[in-house]
């Protein structure tokens, strides 16, 4: 496995003779903040199973952060981070500086994630989804991959990423991994290391809660009632503050509303002490499903 800081040491790599056009699938991406956990060793296995090669990127993306103190609490794992990618198979990790992929500070040019950006995470958190697919778009760029590999756990994230792809022609497939859970269905990330013990037995409500509305939306429940379903079980935890529970288009990431029929994730996003965590569920409305 090599383990790269700039794009010149990168696109040495890179180069795979033989390599032409309509060969099957050969590279993968896997773009990360490091602090890896299961979560991110899954895509990197997912993304082992149908390329040649693997490229792990790991960067704490200044631009996607609206908190300076959460930009720099962020857990930062690179020597622990390589131990774990190492026995996977990877080839090459991608670790740039800051200074290496914005070198002239803040970039001019960015990629906005229009109404994407603005719903759910977005308006909680402005300017998150432009600095997330900025910073995508560049490692897309630099990394040159047939196969791009986010976790469904980002459910706005790989709606946003997909979106961006299609709109500027990239030509690359975007491919959403199952989201990895412990046992007690806590789904996983990095930032569950801030969680305390008591914290992390308050944050298993996100996932109760998403379960709730789910089976409701299952047995024929209207959108209001499995959302009503799933408040009803985040209203176990009052400690735990709720920024939203929501049913979105799995295409736009629009809010859903109404009588609405098909396909839809049920996202939640709550403040347990002071970590923010997020968790999703794809489920459907209409008939009951077996
Ligand atoms: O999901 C993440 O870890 C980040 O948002 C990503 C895709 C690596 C971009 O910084």
Known sequence: MRIVHTADELRGLASRPGRRAGDRASRAVVMT?????????????????????????????????????????????????????????VDVVFAPSVEEMYPAGDPVVTVAAGEIGRVLEGAHRPGHFDGVLTVVCKLLHMTQ?????????????????????????????IVAVPTVRDADGLALSSRNVFLSAPERARALVLSRALQAADAAARVGADLA?????????LAHEPDVEVDYLEALDPVSAVPLEGDYRGEAVIAVAARVGETRLIDNVVTRFGPPID
């Open 33 to 89: 903040m490091g602090a890896l956990h299961e979560g991110h060793l899954a895509l990197v296995r997912a993304a082992r199973e149908e390329a040649d090669e693997v490229v792990v990127t790991i960067f704490v993306n200044p631009l996607q952060f609206d908190d300076a103190a959460d930009l720099d609490s962020y857990p930062r794992t690179l020597d622990a981070d390589c131990a774990l990618l190492e026995p996977l198979g």
């Open 145 to 173: 991959p047939d196969l791009a590999f986010f976790g469904q756990k980002d459910a706005q994230q790989i709606i946003a990423v997909r979106t961006m792809a299609r709109d500027l022609s990239m030509p690359v497939r």
């Open 225 to 233: 009632e499995a959302l009503a379903a799933g408040h009803a079980a």
